[in-house]
C-alpha cells in the first residue's frame, strides 16, 4: 500500500514549526522560537503572530527539503485549529489553506491538545509507542488533563485543572523569583543545584482527581515578598532551594493525581505529553508508577513541547478515517475537546 505522507503545520502560541512524516515515521519536525518574548515576562500575542508570519514560509520550506519529499507527494496538510492566540492560529491556518488550495491537497484540522497526546504514535528512534488504551497526563502552558486514550481517534477528559495549568504555575512562581518567561524549563536547571525538600509549599485539596495551582503561586509570592523584608539577598542566595521545592511540589502533585487516575480507572498503561513533560524531575518521578505496576511512556524531549510533528500524526490518523478539513473552518482561541 501506499504510504501516507502528511504535512503538519503548528503556530498556536510561540513556535513555529511545520514536519513531515511518512506513516508516522518523521521525514523533519522543524521548529523556530521566538526568544522575543523573554523580556516581557509571557507570551505577547501581537508579537507572535508577526513572528509565525516572518517563520512560516521559511519553517516550512525547511521541513519539505529536509524530508525530501514534494508537495505532489503529500496526501494531506494537518494544521492546527485550535486551542491557541487566535491571531497566532491565524497565520497557520491562513498558509494551511492557501498551500493547500493551490496544490489541490486536502486538508486536515488538528486539535492541539489532543495531538500532544498522539506525540505517543510518532515513530522515531527512542520511543516506544503504548498499546491502547492508556492514561496520558498531558501538561502544557495553557492545559492540565488527565484524558483516557481509547484509540488515536477517541480520547476523553477524565480530569482537568479549575485554575492554572502545571506549565503556567511554572512560569508564573519563575516570575516571581525574577526569571524571565517561559521560566519552566530554568526552574528545571536550578532545582538540580537545589534541595526540594527545603520548603514545603501547600497543596491544594480539590478531590481526588482535578488539579488547583493558583494556591502554590499565592502561596510562593507571599514567602518571598515576607523573606525579602528581612534578606533582600533572599531570592539570589536561595534560588536552588526555591526552584527545587517549587518543582517538588508541582511533580508531587501530578504524580499524585495519576497514580489516583490508575486506581480509578483501572488502566495501567500511562503515558505524559505537553510542554511540561520535557522537566527532568517528572520525567523521573514517572518511574514511581512502575513500583505500582504500570508501565510508562514518556515522549522524546522535542515531541514534548508545541511541534508540528504531533500535528502531522494527528492528520495521519484522521485521513485514514477520510475526516478532511473544511476551506471555512475559521480557528478557535478554545476549542470543545
Ligand atoms: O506544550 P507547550 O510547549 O505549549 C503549550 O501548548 O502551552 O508547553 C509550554 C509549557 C511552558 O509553561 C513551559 O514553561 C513548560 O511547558 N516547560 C517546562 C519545561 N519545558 C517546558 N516546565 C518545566 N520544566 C521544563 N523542563
Ligand atoms: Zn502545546
Redesign the pocket.
Known amino acids: 500500500m501506499k504510504p501516507v505522507i502528511i504535512l503538519g503545520i503548528e503556530s498556536?502560541?510561540?513556535?513555529t514549526s511545520a514536519s513531515v512524516l511518512r506513516n508516522r515515521e518523521v521525514l523533519s519536525n522543524n521548529i523556530a522560537n521566538q526568544t522575543i518574548h523573554e523580556n516581557y515576562g509571557g507570551v505577547v500575542p501581537e508579537l507572535a503572530s508577526r513572528a509565525h508570519q516572518s517563520n512560516i514560509v521559511p519553517v516550512v520550506n525547511a521541513a519539505l527539503k529536509e524530508a525530501n519529499v514534494s508537495l505532489s507527494e503529500i496526501d494531506a496538510i494537518a494544521y492546527t485549529l485550535g486551542p491557541?492566540l487566535i491571531g497566532a492560529l491565524m497565520v497557520g491556518s491562513s498558509f494551511a489553506k492557501g498551500l493547500a488550495i493551490s496544490n489541490n491537497i486536502p486538508l486536515i484540522e488538528a486539535h492541539?491538545?489532543k495531538a500532544?497526546v498522539l506525540a505517543h504514535f510518532i515513530k522515531a528512534n527512542g520511543q516506544k509507542n503504548p498499546e491502547l488504551p492508556f492514561l496520558c497526563l498531558t501538561?502544557?502552558?495553557?492545559?492540565t488533563q488527565i484524558v483516557v486514550v481509547e484509540s488515536p481517534t477517541n480520547q476523553r477528559i477524565i480530569a482537568e485543572t479549575r485554575d492554572d495549568?502545571?506549565?503556567?504555575a511554572?512560569?508564573k512562581t519563575?516570575k516571581i523569583l525574577g526569571l524571565p518567561?517561559?521560566?519552566?524549563?530554568l526552574?528545571?536547571?536550578y532545582a538540580k543545584e537545589g534541595d526540594p525538600n527545603k520548603y514545603a509549599f501547600p497543596f491544594a485539596d480539590v478531590g481526588k482527581l482535578e488539579f488547583s495551582f493558583s494556591g502554590l503561586k499565592t502561596a510562593v509570592l507571599y514567602f518571598v515578598r515576607d523573606n525579602l523584608k528581612t534578606n533582600p539577598a533572599f531570592i539570589e542566595e536561595e534560588l536552588p532551594n526555591l526552584c527545587a521545592s517549587i518543582?517538588n511540589n508541582?511533580v508531587q502533585t501530578l504524580i499524585t493525581k495519576l497514580k489516583n487516575a490508575v486506581e480509578e480507572t483501572g488502566i495501567k498503561r500511562v503515558a505524559i505529553a505537553?510542554?511540561?513533560s520535557?522537566?527532568?524531575?517528572?520525567r523521573s518521578a514517572l518511574g514511581e508508577l512502575e513500583s505500582i505496576g504500570c508501565e510508562t511512556f514518556i515522549p522524546n524531549f522535542e515531541f514534548?513541547?508545541?511541534?508540528a510533528a504531533m500535528i502531522a500524526v494527528y492528520g495521519h490518523y484522521q485521513f485514514l478515517d477520510q475526516n478532511f478539513g473544511s476551506l471555512a473552518a475559521a480557528p478557535k482561541a478554545r476549542i470543545s475537546f
Open positions: 498556536s502560541c510561540d513556535e491557541g492541539h491538545m500532544h501538561v502544557s502552558g495553557g492545559h495549568a502545571a506549565g503556567e511554572f512560569d519563575a518567561y517561559p521560566g519552566g524549563p526552574i528545571d536547571i518543582q508541582i505537553g510542554g511540561v520535557a522537566n527532568s524531575a517528572l514534548c513541547t508545541d511541534n
